[in-house]
């Protein structure tokens, strides 16, 4: 089977956007490579873009493995952890 990464990015973005404290800057479907890009509401500088690799890794922009596609909802939550977001 086939990795679709736009709806896995797509989904990451709805998951992350479920937590109070964080907001979706953007969702780069498009661009090589596509890219969620998620803030802390609170704070113009803890953001982070995510990317979706081959092996369904959702990964940060600095190589840090959030988790996979195989629960989303767990890896958008460890992205609010790590830009101190309340849970979702």
Same mark, same amino acid.
């Given at each position: 089977?086939?990795?679709? #990464? *736009?709806?896995?990015?797509? $989904?990451? &973005?709805? @998951?992350?956007? %479920? @937590? &109070?404290?964080?907001? /979706?800057?953007?969702? &780069?479907?498009?661009?090589? !490579?596509?890219?969620?890009? /998620? $803030?802390? $509401?609170?704070? *113009?500088? +803890?953001?982070?873009?995510?990317?979706?690799?081959?092996?369904?890794?959702? /990964?940060?922009?600095?190589?840090? $493995?959030?988790? #996979?596609?195989?629960?989303?909802?767990?890896? &958008?939550? %460890?992205?609010?952890?790590?830009? *101190?977001? +309340? !849970? *979702?």
């Amino acid at each position: 089977m086939m990795l679709d #990464t *736009a709806l896995s990015l797509e $989904r990451f &973005a709805w @998951h992350a956007g %479920r @937590h &109070a404290d964080l907001a /979706v800057q953007s969702l &780069a479907l498009a661009s090589d !490579p596509a890219y969620v890009s /998620v $803030r802390n $509401r609170f704070s *113009a500088t +803890l953001a982070e873009s995510v990317t979706c690799a081959d092996d369904g890794s959702f /990964v940060t922009s600095w190589g840090y $493995r959030l988790g #996979t596609i195989d629960d989303v909802e767990a890896a &958008a939550a %460890r992205l609010a952890f790590l830009l *101190a977001a +309340l !849970p *979702a």
